[in-house]
Structures are given as C-alpha cells and as structure tokens.
C-alpha cells in the first residue's frame, strides 16, 4: 500500500529538455517498446514541495505524510526507481541548489521551507522498469541512436554516485525478482566434473534479506553484505562484495558461479568459468553499471550452520582517547581473531563479530571457546562500565535476525561519504606495524575525524581457499578481478563524513577536501601492499585506477572496450572513465567538485 502510493507519482511527463536531438515521438517508440514501462523520474521528496524546477505543482499530502515519517526508512527508499540510501545519488554535489531533499535529523522529517523549489540533481530524467531482456535491448538501442546517457540503479545503495546521472536514461532492475534453489549446479557450458554444489541463482533486484530467509529455508546460509536491502546479484557482488562471514567462506567475488548479463552490444550472455570467461572475470570484481546489466547471478551457498556472535560496547560517553586505546587493543588482538574465522565490525565505541567456525562457533560448549577468545575485548569493555555478549546461535539466520537487522532498517536519507583503505595483514603481525597503524588514527584525528566514529569492516577472505587467491610473486591471474590486496588484507579501515542535507557549496568542499586527505594518508600508510574497495571508496580518489584495481585495472579496460566498444555505459569513476570526462555534463554535479578539490590539493589531473 504504502510503495504504491509512492510508486503512483512518476507517470510519464516530457520535462526533459531534448539536447540529444531525439523528440517526443521517439520517446513514445521507446515506451511503447517496453511495454509502457518508460517513465518520468522525479525525486524521492517531490510530493512535498510546491515547486518543481520553478514551476508550481500541488502538494500531495498523503504521500508527502509517508516520506516524511519514514525518509530514514531503507526499505521505503529502495522500492522507488528514484530512492537513493546516500543523498549524494540524488541531490547535484556540485551545485547545492539543485536539489530535493528534507532535513534528515529529525522525524518526522520537517516539510520544505515556503517557495523552497524542489530541484532534479543528479536524479535521471527517465528510467525503464526492466521486467525482461527486450526492456534492456531497447533502451540500449535508442542510447546508442540518440547518445542519451544510461545509468543502472537497483535498491539505490551505492555511495559513488554511479547509480544516478544528470540528464540520463536509467535501468531500474529492481524488479527482477525470481529465486531458485539448486540441489546441484553445473555451470551453462561446462562439463558435469565442474558441479559446484548446492547454489542460490537470484535475479538482480532480490535483497540480501529475502535471500537469507530463503536460503534457510533450504537449510543453507547465503554469504552477504550487511544490509536487508542490498541487491546482492548487483552491485554488490559486480565490486567484490565483502560479508561477514567472508573470512571463512570468501567474497561474493569468489562466490558467484555464473551471470546472465545483457552487454552494452545488445546481446544476452552467459558468463561463467567455461564460456566468456573474461566477461566473468571482469563481472567478479570489476564494478557494476560498467561490463553490462545483469539479469541474474548463481551463488554457490553453504549448509545452515551454528555461528558464534560477539557483541561488545563501550559506553557512549567514553572519551576519544579512550577510543584510541580501544582501537589498538582490537588491532593487536586482530591476527589471531582473523585466523580463528571471526569477521565482522570493528568500531571505534563497538565490535560486532560473528565466527562460522566449528571449535569457535561449539553449541555443545556453552559458548566457552567463543568466550575464551574474545575475553581480552570483554574484559576491556566490562572495565569502563561497557556490555559484552558473546553466545553461539544454532544457525546465521538467527544471528541476523538478533544482532544485524534491528540496526539495519534506517540508514536510508543520509549524505554520507567514506574513503576506505585495505590494511596488509603485516601491520598486525609486531609492534611497529601497530605503532604505524595507530599513528595514522592519530593524523586523521588531527583533521578533525573523531576516533569514537571510527568503523573498520574486518571481513577480508582472510583464511579463505588461496586457490582463489592472486599469486603475486609468479604474477598469475587472479580468480576474481577485485584489488588483490584483498587476499593479503585483515582491515578494511573506513574513514566517513556525513554532509549536512542543507550545507552550503563551501563546506561540501571543505569536506570533500578533509576526506581526500584522509584518503591520501591511507595510501601513505600501505603504500601499494594495500588497497580499496570500490564500492566504498572516496569518489574524489585522485588515484582510483591503482587504488581500486591495482595491476588488473588495464586488462579490465581491455574486457571493456571489447563488450563496450561504444561505451554506452560510462560511470564516474568506473572502468573507462577518463580524465575528460570530469568536464562532461552527464558529470557535471561531480566534476566541479572534483576540480576544487584537485586545486586544495595542489593535485593535477
């Protein structure tokens, strides 16, 4: 009820300027040959505002009323083609006019201002409902007659501003629903030896939380990202995809055994380990809206199991000094956590780990050998007045359900950036890779980042098959194409800012400055041992090739322009962005920014 009120709001209308040289006309072909699934994209908060890019409209009250409850609400945001979790997908960073937003720190959220206009941003200006593979060929066709920007958006997780381009024409393949169970599942073209096992095939728009309750169902634990909403045949496994439990059992990378995917060319492939493999290796790390739009992923997934869970806080009030020491208790109790299976969150006020590993995660014992190797932390906690709980669950599902979704629901309308860094295992095996480590945390605080607001995934493959593994020194090709200091890593360091809904273009750029120097410390830190992840990076990298895909970046642009030669899918900071593309206009709400922060910096393109 509540999404169709929602859905209800975005007939459509010609309110794009045609720049392109197509008309109205070519417009109506294009609905007509999706079914009428073409729409207008309007923004998310639209229904209550007055003013649409200047002109009057009529508020809707009742819609406007459910925004306003739940602008916090993930799930609200992900079932609108136009709702984005992290505002910068939808509001112009550029240009802090050119947006529809509300003020995200209370609920319900207050009503706009009077005479306030609400403005498109980097909202598309249509999008297509995809319901099947002659929806993705036809608006990759009218693309290519009229050069009309594509982007690709899904449940509208992504941080990068991929999801989203001024003026664009987006695929919204939330819709691909289907699920299906596999006793046995042998890739399309490979011989019957290559079974992979029991497996999970899900279409691009199923979340993560469907799939957990699904593949329990079947008495098997999915490996996923830490969101309900998160599409994990999208995005999320396209850059890597990390989980909690990927110590163990690997990244969604190393997971998937097989994608239907439509390329930029118009034609429907199977990519799997037998038949267009370097598609499938390029999809396996490589980024999403970049190689083509997936129609579905197969995962291999894992028998229900028990897990261990530990849930350890300090007070609210600690000082960040306190914080401090925190953090480097966790980093010199991190190695042996690492090789014993535990993965999870450390934080710079928490730590949220969970260990699938039978000696640790024991329903027989009581929880005795999960406690016994947490017990340094809880006893750290517990001193200064902090909480520890530390139990072993009888399946994944159970601990999903008590400790990740209760904090998961709402952390949708938010403007929030990370710069993120893969810390090499090295700094955690003596004291002087500590000391440096922690000298970095002391440099961050001097400009200005809080250490208590520290969170670091600590959900490297860490103890995962190194058959999956790049090995670096015969400089072999890796299974998977993400940075390959993934393999070599034990933290995921995040560093992040939220941007006020209403900051002016002066701080937006003060902070866009703040956290690029964070960014560029990192890389100081690790130098070309660590890494980061694409999917949570600063989109004002000035070394993201490097960065991001390290030595695989060059045979990634290869794979690109061979599926792509026209590139027709062209996001920031994507495989095949260049440096000209910053000035273009489909990336003009980041590329003003990116200019100034060069200039802060003294950073030539």
Not at 67 to 84: F, L
Not at 183 to 199: I, M, N, Q, S, Y
Not at 399 to 420: D, E, M, S
Request: hydrophobic share 40%; proline share 5%; glycine share 8%.
């Amino acid at each position: 009820m509540r999404v169709s009120l929602l859905s209800s709001l975005w007939p459509l209308v010609g309110h794009v300027s045609f720049s392109y040289g197509q008309n109205q006309a070519a417009w109506a072909t294009l609905n007509d040959s999706v079914a009428g699934r073409l729409h207008a994209a309007r923004p998310f908060a639209l229904p209550c505002y007055s003013l649409y890019n200047g002109s009057a409209i009529v508020v809707d009250e009742a819609a406007c009323s459910l925004i306003r409850d739940s602008y916090t609400t993930n799930s609200i945001h992900a079932e609108v083609p136009s709702g984005y979790m992290n505002l910068q997908g939808e509001m112009c960073l550029g240009e802090p006019i050119d947006q529809c937003t509300l003020d995200n720190t209370i609920l319900p959220a207050p009503k706009p201002a009077k005479g306030a206009s609400c403005n498109q941003g980097s909202v598309p200006s249509y999008y297509v409902e995809v319901e099947d593979v002659s929806d993705i060929i036809a608006a990759l066709t009218f693309a290519r007659e009229y050069r009309i920007p594509l982007a690709i958006k899904n449940s509208g997780h992504d941080y990068m501003t991929r999801n989203s381009q001024k003026g664009s024409l987006v695929l919204w393949t939330h819709k691909l629903q289907r699920v299906d169970f596999h006793e046995k599942f042998v890739p399309e073209r490979c011989t019957d030896d290559l079974d992979v096992g029991h497996a999970i095939t899900a279409g691009t728009g199923v979340s993560t939380g469907d799939l957990h309750n699904f593949a329990h169902k079947h008495e098997s634990t999915f490996i996923g990202g830490y969101s309900p909403t998160v599409a994990a045949s999208g995005g999320w496994v396209l850059g890597g995809g990390h989980s909690v439990l990927s110590p163990v059992y690997g990244l969604g990378a190393d997971r998937v055994v097989q994608f239907k995917v439509v390329t930029p060319d118009g034609v429907l492939r199977v990519a799997n380990q037998c038949h267009h493999e370097d598609l499938f290796w390029a999809l396996r790390g490589g980024g999403g809206g970049t190689f083509g739009i997936v129609l579905e992923a197969t995962h291999r997934v894992e028998p229900s199991m028990p897990v261990a869970i530990a849930d350890i806080r300090l007070p609210s009030n600690v000082t960040a000094e306190t914080s401090l020491e925190w953090i480097e208790l966790m980093a010199r109790e991190s190695l042996a956590w690492g090789k014993q299976g535990w993965g999870g969150h450390a934080a710079g006020l928490y730590l949220t780990y969970m260990n699938p590993a039978p000696v640790i995660a024991n329903l027989t014992d009581g929880g005795v050998a999960a406690r016994s190797s947490m017990s340094t932390a809880a006893e750290f906690a517990q001193s200064i007045g902090g909480t520890s709980d530390i139990e072993v669950l009888p399946s994944f599902l159970d601990v999903w359900n008590k400790y990740v979704l209760p904090g998961a629901l709402t952390t949708a309308g938010v403007t929030r950036i990370l710069a993120t860094r893969l810390i090499p295992r090295k700094f955690f095996e003596d004291d002087a890779g500590i000391t440096k480590l922690m000298g970095f945390m002391l440099a961050a605080q001097e400009l200005g980042f809080d250490p208590r607001n520290f969170y670091c995934p600590a959900d490297t493959p860490f103890v995962f098959d190194g058959a999956a593994k790049l090995d670096t020194r015969n400089r072999t090709k890796a299974a998977t194409s993400v940075q390959p200091a993934w393999y070599n890593s034990l933290w995921d360091v995040s560093t992040s800012l939220e941007i006020a809904w209403n900051a002016s273009y002066a701080e937006r750029l003060q902070n866009m400055t703040a956290i690029t120097r964070v960014t560029i410390l990192a890389e100081e830190l690790t130098g070309t041992d660590g890494g980061t992840y694409p999917n949570e990076a600063n989109p004002f990298t000035p070394n993201w090739r490097e960065s991001w895909w390290g030595d695989n970046y060059n045979v990634l642009l290869e794979v690109k322009k061979k599926y792509d030669p026209e590139e027709l899918l062209k996001c920031w900071k994507c495989v095949g962005f260049e440096g000209e593309d910053i000035s273009a206009d489909r990336f003009s709400c980041q590329g003003r920014l990116q200019v100034d922060v060069n200039r802060n910096l003294a950073i030539k393109i």
